[in-house]
């Protein structure tokens, strides 16, 4: 069986908080993107390294807010294979969990700053199987930010610059390329 894939996502930002209410914005939009390299270990479990783009900006404008772009690493499951939903679907559906940490470079819009934000993620992710080198996915995942000095609307949370925690989420859609010449993936197997 084959081992590697290559995945690729884009969707929803959602902003929970830190940031000003003032705004009326929730910084918040169709502004998450990300690619990554898995490898399964076996059938259930596997690791992945990805490379995220989460924007977030005010609604009207778009001159405040804040870029993160994140290095992540996963630890996969397979909770689709523990249930049996791919016998039960004929290979056609499938389910992993992630649990994810990494590291943000946040780009504060306007301004001529940054900062590094530690994130942890938990997340699922439903897969549809095309082909033998072809799935579709749906991935919902909730992050919490550690050591957050600015707000998501770019704006410094404390003056004394005492870090805080936050939270934001993504839902996105994308796509999975299995790399190999075998004929089946460990998803599928």
Excluded: C
């Amino acid at each position: 069986m084959n081992n590697i894939s290559v995945e690729a996502n884009y969707g929803y930002t959602g902003a929970i908080s830190p940031y000003q209410k003032k705004y009326k914005s929730n910084f918040s939009g169709m502004n998450h993107y990300d690619i990554g390299i898995r490898y399964m270990f076996n059938e259930k479990f596997g690791a992945k390294v990805t490379y995220k783009l989460d924007h977030f900006v005010n609604d009207p404008g778009g001159k405040i807010g804040i870029t993160y772009s994140t290095v992540s690493l996963s630890g996969i499951y397979n909770v689709g294979k523990q249930l049996g939903l791919t016998y039960l679907t004929r290979d056609k559906l499938g389910l992993n969990a992630h649990l994810d940490a990494g590291m943000a470079l946040g780009y504060i819009i306007g301004k001529n700053d940054s900062e590094q934000v530690k994130i942890v993620g938990i997340g699922i992710t439903p897969m549809y199987k095309v082909s033998n080198k072809l799935a579709l996915t749906a991935d919902y995942t909730h992050n919490f930010t550690m050591d957050q000095n600015y707000g998501f609307d770019g704006i410094i949370l404390n003056k004394n610059k005492t870090p805080q925690s936050g939270a934001f989420y993504n839902f996105s859609v994308g796509l999975i390329y299995y790399l190999g010449e075998n004929k089946y993936h460990s998803d599928w197997y």
